[in-house]
């Protein structure tokens, strides 16, 4: 099956992101089954998905007209069988718990045509897990968005060992064609190439901060004024090919023994969560948040992302 083969799109989980990945691809043109396990869930999508679009408008992104054939084109169900049976291509995006996930990738196998690409949304889980619980391995793999999904571009694909190079260049193929920047992961490792360099820098920051070495609100200032604007607009290794690489290899060398490297989670993350300082959800983390100034940073991040994709 090639790109232009592919007319029916199944997203499983209608939260965070599945909304959002329906929400593109019925903007785009295609008819989209959105399905949960509860009608309560897929309302909520729907709700989500008008006050996107809204957004996306007010953004300039879209069109009003265009954002008015969006709803005829996403159609709900809370019955998987009747969400999946004409399915060229189902992304699954359920909570990210491995047995779920192995049970409905089983359950996809078994409802959807035998064409039909299976793509998993997972954040860090291995294909190869999900490959085996189907008898189609070869059309298995992972199609990782970052949130929110219809402001960032990128999607990184992760085959397993097992999956076929045409089924790869169609999932490609299929989402360059909605406007999507793709990245192929070469082998299979946790947390693919997006998490692993954020997991990275977190692991550090909170290193910087258990230390006393700067306060939270600190290091984020760093951030946003430093490396945070030219990573905007250039990758790292193209920020330091300018740098060049002479330089780089004396300065790690001094400063690589020094950076923060243990394989244990962080004492002070983990006594975050168990006093139940969540971030935004809570109203605390490392900030108190009232719903005005959740509000007021979710919009900020989002008009710099639309700002960016527009001088892309």
């Given amino acids: ?73 996403i159609h709900t169900s809370t019955v998987l069988k009747a969400a999946v049976e004409d399915a060229d291509i189902v992304f699954e995006s359920v909570y990210e718990d491995l047995d779920l996930k192995r049970d409905i990738f089983g359950q996809l196998d078994k409802l959807c045509p035998a064409h039909t690409i299976l793509a998993s949304n997972t954040s860090s889980l291995m294909p190869s897990a999900f490959a085996t619980a189907t008898q189609r391995a070869d059309k298995v793999l992972v199609a990782h968005y970052a949130n929110p999904p219809y402001l960032i571009p990128l999607v990184e694909i992760v085959p397993s060992g097992q999956t076929s190079d045409a089924t790869v260049a169609t999932v490609a193929d299929l989402l360059k064609k909605i406007g999507k920047r793709t990245i192929v992961v070469q082998q299979e490792v946790p947390g693919f190439v997006l998490n692993r360099l954020q997991g990275a820098l977190l692991r550090e920051a909170l290193w910087l901060v258990e230390n006393d070495i700067a306060t939270p609100q600190d290091v984020d200032v760093a951030i946003k004024n430093s490396i945070g604007r030219r990573w905007a607009v250039a990758g790292i290794f193209e920020i330091f090919e300018i740098a060049g690489w002479d330089l780089l290899l004396a300065i790690a060398e001094g400063l690589f023994p020094h950076l923060a490297s243990s394989s244990e989670v962080s004492p002070l993350l983990k006594s975050k969560v168990e006093r139940g300082e969540l971030g935004v959800k809570t109203g605390k983390g490392f ?26």
Avoid: D
């Avoid at 989209?32 to 809204?54: D, F, G, M, P």
């Avoid at 959740?294 to 960016?308: D, F, M, P, W």
């Fill in 1 to 73: 099956m090639n790109v232009n083969e592919i007319r029916h799109i199944t997203v499983v989980g209608a939260g965070l992101m599945g909304h959002g990945i329906a929400q593109e691809f019925a903007l785009a043109g295609y008819q989209v089954q959105l399905h949960s396990r509860s009608e309560a869930s897929l309302h909520q999508a729907t709700l989500n998905i008008q006050q996107n679009l809204e957004r996306l408008i007010g953004f300039g992104m879209t069109t009003r007209e265009q954002a008015e054939l969006v709803p005829a084109r």
């Fill in 287 to 312: 900030y108190e948040w009232t719903p005005e100034a959740a509000e007021e940073l979710k919009q900020r991040i989002a008009k710099a992302l639309v700002k960016l994709e527009k001088e892309a």
